[in-house]
């Protein structure tokens, strides 16, 4: 599957999400037994470990369709990275995206730090660390909650720029045959915006 027709079964599955029609695919017993030998997944998912956004019921695809990576934040580790290289390397998955959703209380956070607010605790710090690229500027002169939604946009543009600056995607993404996506879920509705 290449990048377009993934990205196009992700916003398809999203759609049917939002309107409560979910299919709820790849469930049945026989398809589990096939993936106990091979996956196949056709999108990795960098997403927040928030609870209000699963990727696979917000995207509705089912068990083998998406390779999902969780961490507060959505934010990029060597951990993180490793892992995407893996799903790229091993498991042939050519799009990726970094999935925020409004609301994010990790992203909160740092904004509450960039106005020397209470320190999160040391365990938080270091997520707060690797987001605080993205927030400059953010968290200053103004109300936290109107600044919210910004920064949580500008977070998931930091982690799609760190995935895409890395050395060895440069010459896939020219060739276009890997694809790098942002987007936030709105968490009233389910839906999600795809950044462009």
Known sequence: MDCEEALFRLKAGNRRFVRG?????????????????????FAVILGCSGSQAPPELVFDQGFGDLFVI???????????????QFAEARLGTRLFVVLGHEGCRIVRA???????A????????????????????????SDLDAQLSAAVEANVRWSVQQLIERPEARQPLQEKR???????CQLETGGVRFLD
């Open 118 to 141: 209470p320190r999160p605790p040391s365990g938080i710090e270091g997520l707060v660390r690797l987001m605080m690229p993205a927030l400059r500027g953010f968290g200053t002169g």
């Open 178 to 184: 890997i694809q790098v996506v942002g987007a936030v």
């Open 70 to 84: 969780r961490v507060a934040g959505n934010v990029v580790s060597p951990e993180i990275m490793a892992s995407l």
């Open 110 to 116: 740092a904004l509450e730090e960039n106005l020397a």
């Open 21 to 41: 029609e979910s299919l709820h695919p790849h469930e049945e017993r026989e398809w589990r037994r096939h993936l106990t030998h091979e996956q196949h997944p």
